[in-house]
């Protein structure tokens, strides 16, 4: 028989990952491993899922969202739970949600609501940490945001970032690269998409104001001139190679006007712009889809002041839901009416849920027994609510799932393997979601 | 797909009394010849699995099994694997009477649905081996398999030259006293396939010069063996004479010879102080200072350099920053209130700075670490008093005495409670170099530790506690009661608090199988049971400086030799373990020993490597050595610090950094003790890979080059501004130098540390025909030169 087998479990050689994890090659050592995992993609193999979306943008709801008040109303429970708000219908005969949201009620046919996700931390850091990466924290791991996975394991394309983020999410706590090093951190918006001026920029992508394209041909030319040094000497210098082509990269990035044009929200309609909403969530949603547009793969944009304690009804009714409901209806049907949706995914979450029972402030404290997230696009089933709570939504009563089952079905979605594995720097291997399952139920 | 066979239970009766009796069975040979008359489930099936891949993490060797289907982790527990094969779920795996019709054969052989393929086909001796023995009834024999000595021969392999194959041996001692070759049984892989490849059967084949470990396993069994490949070399090649300084380069050049490696010739001036200057205090040598040196003529020059910069308050704030990598001086893990962290983690740093400043020897240092207590003996009183004046001066900023404190209590402090196996993994990483985490859950794969020898080892701390003792409790709670009357919410409260040692230990890890109690016990040293009075991290520090320890003097000679020559003899420098093996065990072995001798002596070590040949060689390589990357055949191109990266753009650009309120006021990167700082130059920090100080390891500091990186250096805003700034290096420049020439010789060595050659005058020259005014032009050269991997990489 062959001295090398095809595959294992994984669909892949395990000693091809050591000899990458232990190997030379900087720049190649992520190259071949990434192309290599996008060719799975593509063949299908065993367990390599049939590639359904192209790109993420996850919509961050930043404190933990009250989502007994949005998606998983309990008109039915005693008073001290119920809440204030009332069920309202939607285009899906019997889904119902908030009665604050009524332009999510006219897309609900094309969004999957999941009402029995949950967990066990009701603490933000550590929840964060938990949603973002489909993977329980622990002291022993950085596990990697799932943006980060994703400019990891499918193959970039040219002039446009992999991976952009809106939000610090957490001070950089959440929403970082983890175990997969620097290299697969997002890059940072910059700038304040706040009403109709627009100053976005990706920081370290675009050339600052003052600085020309003209300028910088010169000076590479200068540079080139100059940085000659290990040329001839270091055949075998994976650092002088790699640095070599990123420089070639970053030049690619820096004249690519992609990524600028993506940031030019003038170029819209300004009904469009309006639809989103003026202020720096909606038009950071709306340069989301731009960006989705140009190439990327994973953007996350974020809202916070879900963490209501107090006065949770008032808040929930006067800014945080019509705002949500405004953006984020507007994103979904923006990419249905371009046709994007089939190819995009949209997941928006917060951290936790809260508590089914209303404490003396009118608020609503930190609850992770149950809660519920909205998937649209991209592989997800339409119109469809996924799962229960029980009668006072303390937690799931039918298809109870965590944060590891949902991000394996958006990896699914994107033709990566839940169960694929990958290498820390110390060459320890890790399963992107090993106590994920992708939710069968949740596919179109 | 399957037919449940419904009379299980009957016909293992029904085998066993049939094949008690059945006649001997065919041998299986083995491609290693080894000829299997007996096949043993422990000793034979269980390699079988595990070279077929079977029992890996990723399948059946995962926690849960996979498709129901559990295997121990690599074969470790071949006795739990004979009862899944074998027993499990009334044998519905094996085929008694119908061996071939054995699910796992069928399914090992993808005759049958398996996720995991075909592993081996129908007439492979694998399939042979699993087949004779189901066909003899699948017996165990608990314990068969356990091995008492394992043996691979050769320790070195000499190869003559690159191309030419040869076999390893491995010889297993069972404990029954029989002994077997299981050459076949074992899992094999190379540290570097460029160099030596080997395949599943343990045949090494030389590749090309250089040399690369062999790692062998089998069932938890590792060890590791060296390819020595030597290069070809043409015919009438005489190895030169290479100058040796001390035994650094004895040692060293030794095993070149061996290789047919010649070692580059010596660093240019310039270059050598460049090097020494980044890698000693983290700063580019000053124009001044490259002159300087250019025009001393003495023959001692670069040993009054080197004792120079040794001494340099930078050389301490850098590795103040190390240690601090380290210990896990980790910002946000500190104690609230929120202000005081950054405050906490700066006088952390100073305290390691003090020492590094006074040379105070490693043991002594690592003691005022491991073993710190808040009172270091001090009687209440004092210590309230002490501890009154240091809060004090914290709410004032970041001026303390923290430094004067015999020992670092701040390793111990944090607002989270951190675990006894957490606080094992600390120090295993931090003092003797040994990554422990694996077998928190499970046998470490690559290493010998159990999570049996994991939770002793955690159980050393358990004495340790946070909080209040006994006999301060009136005077703490009397002094925080008036602090909480102070505070205006309870998170901005500074509450005082001590690390001391209890006599008992409520916080002990159980077995992990039996729950009973685990007496503490260093790794793979004696137990060192709970006394009232004693505590046990001193008695594990004690075992820890013994000259005959294995770990601690060599660990921490390995980081300062991966400090200065980019890559440690073990590499990753954390990464002790039995498939890891040092690339140069006598050096590793003889500076270890030195450093024993020389009382720890740290600066002593700094000297005698940065002395020798080897760290003064040249980074550029000549035809025998360019693929050299373990054995410092030339000095390596390697990335810089994060810190050190935004302190030589400050430099090279004349622009100081401004680190907020994090650090104190006119720091250096390297000299900011919080591990995050509230300004723009945090995400350049991020990018350049400076380590959170979250993880146990200090493997968190990313080495490697990425895009960002290059993207900064291009177009980053920041540094843009400080390129583009009124009042830089430029507008000095200008002033200070009229003449073009002279203004270029001063930017080169102001960044690259050199003069331009010619073709760089004339690409410059080339360049000035643009016509662009003296600013621009000046400008333009500066944002040339600090994007040159030359000036990014130190090499």
């Not at chain 1, 974020?302 to 009714?317: M, N, P, Q, R």
């Not at chain 1, 979605?413 to 106590?435: H, Y």
């Not at chain 2, 592993?119 to 024999?141: H, M, N, T």
């Not at chain 2, 137990?527 to 046990?536: A, L, S, T, Y």
Request: aromatic share 8%; hydrophobic share 35%.
């Amino acid at each position: 028989m062959a001295s090398r087998m095809q595959n294992d479990c994984e669909g892949f050689f395990r000693r091809d990952f050591l000899r990458i994890g232990a190997g030379a090659g900087l720049l190649g050592l992520s190259l071949p491993e990434l192309l290599r995992l996008e060719a799975m993609a593509a063949k299908k193999g065993a367990n390599q899922p049939a590639k359904k979306a192209d790109s993420v943008i996850m919509v961050w709801l930043a404190g933990g969202p009250a989502t007994i008040d949005m998606w998983d109303l309990k008109p039915e429970a005693p008073e001290g739970i119920r809440g204030a708000f009332k069920p309202a219908d939607t285009n899906v005969p019997g889904i119902r949600i908030s009665e604050h949201m009524p332009k999510m009620a006219k897309v609900a046919d094309k969004i999957s609501i999941i009402r029995s996700i949950y967990h066990s931390i009701p603490s933000h850091g550590p929840a964060t940490v938990f949603m973002t990466t489909g993977n329980k924290p622990t002291a022993a791991l950085q596990y990697p945001a799932m943006g980060s996975v994703v400019s990891k394991v499918l193959a970039p394309r040219p002039g446009v970032p992999q991976y952009v983020s809106f939000s610090d999410i957490r001070g950089g706590l959440a929403g970082n690269s983890g175990y997969l090093g620097t290299a697969y951190s997002p890059f940072m918006v910059e700038g304040n998409p706040n009403g109709g001026k627009t100053t976005l920029r990706v920081r370290g992508i675009q050339l600052p104001t003052n600085f020309t394209l003209d300028s910088l041909a010169n000076r590479d030319d200068l540079l080139a001139g100059f940085d000659s040094t290990f040329r001839e000497t270091d055949k075998n210098a994976d650092l002088v190679q790699g640095f070599d082509a990123f420089h070639k990269q970053a030049l690619e990035i820096l004249r690519s006007d992609k990524t600028r044009n993506a940031f030019d929200l003038t170029q819209e309609k300004q009904e469009t712009r309006a639809r989103y909403g003026m202020e720096a969530f909606g038009q950071s949603a709306l340069a989301a889809r731009r960006l989705v547009e140009a190439g990327v793969r994973f953007v996350t944009i974020s809202i916070g002041g879900w963490d209501t304690h107090g006065k949770t009804f008032e808040a929930h009714s006067k800014r945080l839901q019509p705002t949500l409901d405004n953006t984020l209806s507007a994103l979904i049907a923006d990419l249905s009416d371009r046709g994007m949706l089939d190819r995009t995914m949209v997941y928006c979450a917060g951290e936790f849920g809260r508590t089914p029972k209303i404490n003396k402030n009118d608020g609503r404290d930190h609850w992770a027994r149950s809660m519920s997230v909205v998937a649209a696009g991209g592989g997800f089933k339409r119109g469809y609510a996924h799962g229960t709570t029980d009668g006072q939504g303390m937690a799931p009563a039918t298809e109870a799932c965590l944060p590891d089952d949902v991000s394996s079905t958006i990896f699914h979605n994107l033709g990566i393997d839940p169960k694929t594995e990958l290498q820390t720097s110390t060459g320890r291997p890790i399963t992107l979601f090993r106590e994920g399952a992708v939710i069968d139920k949740l596919l179109a | 797909m399957f037919s449940e066979n419904h009379c299980k239970v009957f016909v293992i009766a029904l085998g066993i009394v049939f094949f008690a009796q059945a006649p001997a069975r065919a041998e299986v040979t083995l491609p290693d010849g080894q000829v299997v008359r007996n096949v043993d489930f422990e000793k034979h099936i269980v390699g079988v699995l595990g070279r077929s891949g079977c029992n890996l993490g990723s399948c059946h060797g995962a926690f849960q099994g996979k498709n129901g289907f559990r295997l121990s982790l690599f074969g470790y527990e071949a006795e739990k694997d004979g009862l899944s094969v074998g027993r499990e779920f009334n044998s519905r795996r094996i085929n008694l009477n119908q061996p071939d019709q054995s699910l796992l054969l069928l399914k090992a052989t993808g005759q049958g649905e398996h996720a995991g393929g075909r592993r081996f086909s129908v007439d492979s001796w694998q399939y042979q081996l699993i087949r004779e023995w189901i066909a003899k009834g699948a017996p165990l024999s608990k314990g068969s398999g356990i091995i008492t000595g394992f043996h691979v021969t050769p320790t070195e392999i000499p190869f003559k030259s690159p191309g030419e194959s040869l076999p390893l041996k491995v010889v297993a001692n069972f404990a029954d006293g029989t002994s077997e070759t299981i050459t076949s049984l074992c899992e094999y892989r190379s540290g570097d396939e460029g160099v030596a490849e080997v395949n599943s059967n343990g045949v090494v084949k030389g590749v090309r010069g250089g040399d690369a470990a062999i790692i062998v396993s089998h069932r938890g069994q590792v060890v590791a063996v060296r390819a020595m490949v030597p290069l070809k070399t043409a015919t009438g090649f005489k190895y030169p004479a290479v100058p040796e300084v001390n035994f650094i380069d004895k040692i060293v050049f030794q095993k070149l010879k061996k290789l047919n490696m010649v070692p580059s010739g010596l660093s240019s001036d310039t270059e050598f102080l460049r090097r020494v200057t980044l890698d000693t205090v983290g700063l580019l040598p000053t124009p001044e200072e490259i002159r300087k040196f250019l025009e001393d003529k003495s023959a001692n020059k670069r040993e009054k350099k080197i004792d120079e910069l040794l001494k340099h308050p930078m050389h301490a704030a850098l590795w103040a920053t190390k240690l601090s990598d380290i210990t896990g001086n980790n910002t946000d893990a500190l104690e609230q209130p929120q202000n005081l962290k950054s405050r906490r983690s700066q006088m952390w740093h100073d305290w390691l700075k003090k020492r590094i400043v006074e040379n105070m020897p490693y043991d002594k240092l690592v003691d005022g670490i491991l073993c710190s207590t808040s009172r270091d003996g001090e009687e209440p009183e004092a210590f309230i008093a002490r501890t009154k004046k240091q809060d004090e001066l914290l709410a004032k900023g970041f001026e303390s005495d923290y430094a004067n404190k015999p020992s670092l209590d701040l390793y111990w402090r944090r607002q989270q409670q951190v675990t006894v196996d957490q606080w094992g993994e600390r120090t295993a990483a931090a003092f003797l170099g040994i990554r422990l985490e694996c077998a928190q859950c499970h046998k470490h794969p690559f290493d010998r530790w159990t999570q049996v020898d994991y939770r002793s080892y955690a159980n050393v701390f358990s004495q340790v506690a946070f909080g209040v003792s006994p006999e301060m409790k009136k005077l703490v709670d009397a002094e925080n009661a008036e602090r909480k009357t102070k505070a205006p919410q309870n998170n901005q409260l500074n509450q005082v608090r001590e690390i001391y040692v209890t006599a008992t230990n409520p916080r002990a890890m159980t077995h992990p199988e039996t729950n009973g109690p685990l007496i503490p016990r260093a790794l793979g040293g004696q137990e060192m049971p709970i006394e009232r009075g004693v505590d046990n991290r001193k008695t594990l520090f004690n075992w820890m400086i013994d000259k005959n320890n294995p770990y601690f003097a060599q660990s921490f000679v390995n980081r300062i030799w991966g400090h200065y020559f980019g890559s440690g003899i073990v590499d990753p420098v954390d990464d002790f373990s039995q498939a890891n093996p040092p690339s140069n065990p006598q050096l590793l072995q003889t500076l270890g020993k030195d450093f024993i001798q020389s009382g720890f002596n740290i600066r002593e070590m700094e000297k005698r490597i940065l002395l020798s040949r080897v760290y003064q060689l040249t980074y550029k390589p000549n035809e025998s050595n360019q693929f050299d990357e373990s054995n410092f055949s030339h000095s390596a191109i390697r990335p810089m610090m994060a810190e050190v990266v935004i302190d030589v753009l400050s430099q090279a650009t004349g622009v100081e950094e401004n680190f907020g309120v994090d650090a104190p006021k006119n720091s250096r990167a390297i000299e900011v003790g919080s591990s995050r700082v509230n300004s723009t130059v945090n995400y350049a920090l991020r990018i350049f890979g400076r380590p959170p100080r979250t993880a146990a390891c200090d493997c968190e500091r990313s080495m490697e080059p990425a895009l960002p990186q290059k993207l900064y250096l291009m177009a980053d805003t920041a540094l843009q501004a400080k390129i583009e700034s009124q009042s830089n290096r430029i507008k000095t420049l200008l002033s200070e130098f009229k003449d073009d020439s002279q203004a270029l010789d001063e930017l080169f060595l102001a960044t690259l540390s050199r003069f331009p050659s010619e073709t760089e005058k004339q690409h410059f020259a080339k360049y000035k025909e643009k016509n662009l005014d003296r600013k621009t032009l000046f400008t333009d050269t500066l944002w040339a030169l600090v994007n040159t991997k030359e000036f990014i990489f130190n090499h």
